[in-house]
């Protein structure tokens, strides 16, 4: 393809764009004379020069378009759509024509005739003879022959447009801008900033050497190469800029298709379209805007009449919007459609199994929405040929997150939905956050941290563990926390799976401490990161990593660092994708969740420790508050009893053994078990490891202080009684907590009966001494017949509680079975589960059940049984 | 490596036929890996390396020993030995690299020793022998014979 051809397409491609937005333009104000030349020029251009360089096809569609235009600009004829249709499927022979010129260098062969006849049947409404068909024939055979012609209307065009008066002076100015401006090759611009980039990198590395050295000498010519390769970076990245409008400009066009086709009326409202933003990333999001835009159309505006039957005015508005904020570019899409209908997405999310129904019932309607990224989603009911093939808005979000970007939807059903994309300037130098994590330094891109927390063994900022997952409370919002070090599978002299291997002792409470937790966030979704140090931020220039490296989820890319050293840069993104669903994040509150997900497993996590002689210890890990390191030095003797100073208070300590002492030790591990605001601790030799196992107790032990034994591990381990020691422990304080919060409901005054029926002996020893403290007589059995039998034998309590899994009769059937009696009939019963998802309450509750708690969770415990007596006493008090 | 993608043996092949065919000698860098005498085409060859500083990538195959930074540019580090199946060397004197470019992308090849530049006469090429352990045998192009012993040729080990 020789020099001019090429020349001759860019061109054209550019005015053709162009023109795409000013025939719609026209088609709502026809009277625009100015626009009229504008799109007549562009058309005569090309026609023009298709002429001089001898394509003939081109130029028989072009020819014919000029003169219905020209009619246009005569006023000879009025603007009609019909006739705005026509010169588009001109303006798109005249695309497909030229694409082919693109790829193959000549024209492509066909015929236009029928096109060409339409137009001059238009021009022949237009008044003008035909024989302008003859002359086109001629054209075709002899392009000398046109290009005299050519002249003429040229001439014609330039003095009609001078007649029109006053635009000629701006159409000068105009195209001494253009002169102004020059075409260069993209990739030229690419390279010039990959060695800005490099040269940034340098800049930085020698600021850095500058920083440690006492040399004065280079500090001035270093400072002003400092400022020189700022505003070099600049220039270039300007270099790179383009207005978002650009992306924009086939949008009026496709809206208008949208109205033909599925005859709706929608105006689009475009602001801001001057906003600029690197090429790139301007590549990048137009495919997902046209998108976002063509759903809004389609989907989301509704017909005309269905709109005034709403109220609404009959035309629709779509609404791009764009600006920039703190160092992103803000594009919002905002429709007053329809919006999402919940009840849709509900449907359709059931039927394409993405969820069940328990789960979508607990969803606010926002996380619902969140939906509609997932794949193979779409609410259209049918497919047009506009959309709703369902391969949509995930691939959208797939394209914006991976330029840094992040994608907001808001919708309200009936009103219409506003979609806000949040996307940086610039993808080729970003700045990033550089911490270490197992003496490994990783760089996180700023743009996705939040903020910073420092970790501490105690006060606010603790790491807690719910079932040896470490979460963390964010200002009341439950953090989830994914360690990087574990993450990335680093291991080092000190990792705790190292040290487990070594059956080395480790303090679970100490490993996090001094730590950092980066907050994070991917699109809805924040976690925390737990690194070992925070360094500062650094601009750093992104890298592709090797081909062999693509599949590693974890890294975006990596980069050289200001000291030369190669660095990784984490993929948030990834590490989000890798914690869990970040799609069905649930921000409010998901520790219940959580936690009725780590009851839902049989296992219960223990935390084994040595104190004294003989076998491992193991205490369930629900029951100890925390694990503190208590120095020698810090324990007191109150009234002959080991106490410490713990938080404000005295926390008692007993030993597990009498073996145990602060003799001759700087500290010793102390698990605290905490109720209310009171604390005990139990003083043991070592902590060994915390695991989850299958509590399983195969002797039970005739000593008080130990449940049992069980086989944890392939090691045979004592599971102590906290109980006894909680009993044993200054007594006094257990029943003054008891009266309290008998006594802060107030409905207790005579002592409760409770019938505990639970099949496990360990959860039967450890909730009879916790109700017996809270003022309750208990009564216990281990079996569903045994209960009834106590029932035979006119036993009478006020309330029951029962375990629901139990072999023979469980206890739904154990309720069924009592309400179908009448002794026991209007018992208040609660259900007892390690199970306590929405469904099992609600079979629980049909079944009879008035309320279901988990049998970990002690103060649920308590506080149900004190509202069942008050709720009881209340209806007694009604029925009277 | 099943995460890697292979260059199919047909590739080195042809590579190697190029050579062969457009010259009756061939120019090649010596390695030394345990007892082993390897070749790397001259022409490969961007950098020799001594010991450097190598950041470890965490979840990299085994064979990745991490990247460092040649001049401003990213490269790989491939641990020869492990690619091998090898075990490391017991006491590794001197930490050296070969540098060799494959498909736009530099890799550093984390080898025992370098030895010299040697010709060698393509008349003493030989296809590989086909009881060759297939690991060596996605590496190696061929081999040639030398006064004592025979080596093996390589052409790229990025695979």
Known sequence: MDDLIAEFLTETNESLEELDVDLVKLEQDPNDKELLSKIFRVIHTVKGTCGFIGLSRLEGVAHKAEDVLGLFRDGALEVTP?????????????????????????????????????????????????????????????????????????????????????????KA??????????????????????????????RNQLLQIMRSSNDDSFTAPLQRLNHVVSDLQEGVMKTRMQPVGNAWSKLPRIIRDICNELNKKIELDMKGQDTELDRQVLELIKDPLTHMVRNSADHGIELPSERTAMGKPETGHIRLNSYHEGGHIIIEIADDGRGLSTQKIKDKVLKNKLATEEEIENLSDLQLQQFIFKPGFSTAETITSVSGRGVGMDVVRTNIEKIGGSIDLKSVEGQGTTIQIKIPLTLAI??????????????????????????????????????????????????????????????????PSAAAEDEQVKEPTNNYNGKYIVVTQVGSYMFGVIVDKVFDTEEIVVKPVANMLRNIDMFSGNTILGDGTVIMILDPAGIAKSTGDIDMAERNDNDAAQRAESRAQDKTSLLLFKAGPGAPKAVPLELVSRLEEIKAADVEYANDKMVVQYRGNLMPLLAYDSSITFENVAMRPVLVFSDGNKSMGLVVDSIIDITEHHLDIKITSAIDKMLGSAIIHGKTTDIVNVSYFLQHIDSGWYNSRAKKTLNSHGHIDDTK???LVEDSPFFRNMLTPLLKVAGYDVTTTGSAAEALELCDQDHEFDIILSDIEMPEMSGIEFAEELRRQDKWQNIPLVALSSHTS??????????GFHSYIAKFDRDSLLDTLSETFSEARKDYGEAL | MSTMTPTPANDIQD??????????????????????IFGIPVLQVQDVLGEQKVTKIPLAPPAVAGALNLRGRIVTAIDVRCRLGLPPAEIRTQNMSVVVEHDGELYSLIIDRVGDVIGLNNDSYESNPATLDPVWREISAGIYRLDENYWLCWMCLCS
């Open chain 1, 173 to 202: 100015r105009e195209s001494a801008i253009a002169n102004q401006s020059l075409r260069v090759n993209v990739d030229v611009l690419e390279n010039l900033m990959t060695l800005v980039s490099e040269l940034v990198l340098t």
């Open chain 1, 838 to 847: 929405q469904h099992d309450v609600n079979k629980g509750i049909q079944a």
């Open chain 1, 430 to 495: 970003v700045s990033a956050l550089i911490v270490e994590s197992g003496s490994e330094r990783f760089a996180i891109p700023q743009l996705a941290v939040k903020e910073l927390v420092m970790t501490s063994v105690d006060g606010e900022n603790r790491i807690e563990t719910i079932k040896g997952t470490p979460v963390f409370r964010l200002r009341d919002n439950l953090l989830p926390l994914v360690s990087l070090q574990e993450l990335l599978k680093i291991v080092t002299p000190h990792s």
């Open chain 2, 15 to 36: 590579t190697l036929n190029g050579l062969l065919s457009s010259e009756l000698s061939t120019d090649y860098l010596t390695i030394h890996i345990a007892d082993q």
């Open chain 1, 82 to 170: 019909e006739y705005v249709s026509l010169i588009f499927e001109s303006l798109d022979r005249i695309k497909y024509i030229v694409g082919e010129i693109e790829v193959t260098g000549k024209e492509p062969k066909g015929d236009d005739s029928e096109l060409i006849n339409k137009l001059a049947s238009v021009l022949e409404d237009g008044g003008v003879e035909t024989t302008t068909n003859e002359e086109l024939a001629a054209a075709f055979a002899i392009p000398d022959l046109d290009e005299d012609s050519d002249d003429d209307v040229a001439e014609e065009a330039v003095k009609k447009t001078e007649s029109s008066g006053g635009t000629e002076p701006q």
């Open chain 1, 753 to 755: 009966r409770v019938l």
